[in-house]
């Protein structure tokens, strides 16, 4: 996934991108992708930066302050406008558009989703979101009985879910462990990871960045030390595309999942699942389809009838997310989350559960004799600020995730908020 911005804006100038790239070429859109507006350094402390990206691109809700964007990215608006026209086109058009003219489009989404994540469009499939592209490589894993499993509490309860329901039908067997809340090197995790191995081993679930404290892993460490014991690993990138920087073939995980409407900002309900060509053979279909060469990787994407207009948006969003560009915003929501974090670590009664050195938007908190549940409802009904409760010990905590269109003084708001809470 190499970003280079200034590469990309050349591309543009000279009209290349412009012809596979819908999104730029809409020159009736009421708000087009103005390359102008990106053009200045927009550091992460750039407020008037920030602020114009916010109001000329973004319609978000003005009652309240979302701090929730984990769940799933706001489309900026020329990408909504895209999808409402594709919409509109696959309605209006319909069985012969979709018959006649769509395969192209979706098989031309494809290839620029792959150019995005520098590997060859026969390695990924578009999926519904992550979750279906992680079952697909689970359930289509060739394990054998007896084959172990390792994951941790912080791992997405989906991915949980369907290993133990593997599990569960005497496929294989999971040992979970408890992943330390602030790891201090990315060493340490490793060697946890490590000890964790046993001749049974087969799979390791990595989850890139986690939902729950934000945590990044080194996965492609931990991948080369899992692959020299002839282990491999599935690795949960949901939170990592689009929310920080790295490059799908170093991460040496032959299994990704990922998603398009966490922090590309695609309408939601698109997800794409990369699998390494060399593998692709050993792996089973969860939707059958035995036409397909199984050496393809078609041969796991028999999804039947797929949501058009979300597919068809794609390269819009691709578009918007590189003109932005992911140095830039990994460096603003990395310093949107250290605001509030450096402020509230200080603060009494307040336990923020974030190693600060390995995440990017994402972290939790607690407050003392609250359960985050309370915390989250007081912080939405008293001050009009939403995040969201997540399980994690006793008494859970609520993870706050600011996106590109939050100000640093949505931010300090809710950290004012939370003081507010925590002594009362
Ligand atoms: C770490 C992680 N993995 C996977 C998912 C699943 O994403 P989706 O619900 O879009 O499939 C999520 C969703 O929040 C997540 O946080």
Redesign the pocket.
Known sequence: MEQNRKEFLKKLGSGLIVAGMPSIALANDRTSIDTNDFIAEGEATDEKFWKKIAKKYYEVADDHINLEN???GIQPKPVLQAFQKNVATANKQAARFARKEYPAIAAAAKKEVAAFLGVADEEIIIT???????NIAIQGYPFKQGDEVILNQL??F??IETFRMLEKRGAISVKEFEMPLLPKSEEEIVELYRKQITSKTRVILL?????INGLIVPVAKIAAMAKERGVDVMT?S??ALGQIKFSLKELNSDFV?M?L??WIGNP?GA?ILYVKKERINEMKALFGDTGAAETSINKLAHFGTTPFAVIMTIPTSLAFQQQLGIERISARLHYLKSIWVNELQQYPNVEVVVPAGFSCAIASFRIKHKTAAEVADDLFKQHKIFTVARTLGKDGCVRVTPSVYNSADDVRRFVAAVKSIAAS
């Open positions: 984990g769940y799933y519904r979101n992550a979750t279906e592209a992680l791992d997405y989906s991915m989850t890139h960045v986690s939902n949960d949901a939170h999942g998603n409407h966490k939601v997800g």
